[in-house]
């Protein structure tokens, strides 16, 4: 940030379809000093079998819960903090979940020819060069860009240019699988930045099915901004373990309670193939008469 504040940071999971996000479980991130520190944890109330936890590490044992709850889901989506994460990637991969995850540009992969020929080399085992996403996409052709609407806005349709390829995810000298490295720019003459994603999907997938996918999570974020505008998510400065959770459980619940007041979607698509659907950007309230 910058400077020093004060706050909380909670992982928290949120089932989302195209059309809402419904908070589902959350849980208090702390720090691997804070965990060591027997007084500290004393003062908090922090329970004896809590023990450190990076946040990808949160992460999975939440999609654990909210599998085992029943929550209808089989892809995951999530910002670079994550996509980043090889062993959050390993987790889902284990757990046999997909994904489509924001990353960095100095994501590591490798192409699917070079790592071909690399095996095919005599020995000493060969290996194939590691490559940053925003330098494989950078040699792309113009006419690789697809133009796609993924989803239409309060303000009209949501455009970018999308492309795809088959590449394997990669750190170092370990090739993880193969999946699909997304990339996303603006439309000509349009500002900003492009963007990275990694997909696990099947070589199957559309193009537009990666580019909506890869924009469900903006769906989460807005889950924080209605927290902390509606409901008081980030007012009430919890000192205790169990405290928080209380707070951050009555908060979901009344989130959730909310987006049951929203109006109904009208002549809902259920999406099989990829196609642009209405989606409410407008604030959880005015509640439905």
């Not at 795809?164 to 170092?172: E, T």
Request: net charge negative; hydrophobic share 40%; charged share 25%.
């Amino acid at each position: 940030m910058g400077k020093t504040a004060n706050g909380q940071v909670v992982v928290t999971t949120r089932y989302v379809d195209p059309y809402y996000a419904w908070d589902i479980n959350g849980q208090l991130y702390s720090t691997e000093k804070w965990c060591q520190d027997i007084e500290r944890r004393r003062r908090a109330g922090i329970p004896d079998d809590v023990t450190f936890q990076s946040k990808p590490a949160i992460a999975l044992g939440l999609i654990a819960e909210a599998r085992e709850a029943g929550v209808p889901f089989n892809i995951v989506v999530s910002d670079s903090s994550y996509g980043d994460n090889p062993t959050f990637l390993d987790g889902l991969d284990t757990r046999n979940l997909s994904c489509v995850v924001a990353v960095a540009c100095d994501f590591g992969v490798r192409l699917p020819e070079e790592v071909e020929a690399a095996a095919k080399q005599p020995q000493p085992v060969q290996l194939a060069p590691l490559h940053r996403v925003d330098e494989v996409l950078a040699t792309q052709p113009e006419e690789a860009w697809q133009t796609i609407t993924w989803r239409m806005g309060t303000d009209g349709p949501l455009t970018k240019q999308f492309v795809a390829l088959r590449v394997y995810r990669a750190v170092g000298e370990t090739t993880g699988p193969e999946g699909w490295l997304i990339g996303e720019r603006p439309l000509p003459g349009h500002k900003g930045k492009i963007k990275f994603y990694w997909s696990d999907l099947s070589v199957t997938t559309p193009l537009a099915r990666l580019a909506e996918l890869s924009h469900r999570r903006p769906s989460v974020e807005r889950g924080y901004q209605d927290g902390k505008g509606f409901t008081g998510l980030d007012a009430y400065a919890a000192r205790k373990w169990d405290s928080f959770h209380r707070h951050l459980a009555i908060d979901m619940l009344v989130l959730s309670w909310l987006a049951l007041q929203r109006p109904p979607v009208e002549n809902p698509v259920i999406v099989l193939e990829p196609q642009a659907v209405q989606s409410p950007n407008e604030p959880l309230f005015p509640l439905r008469a």
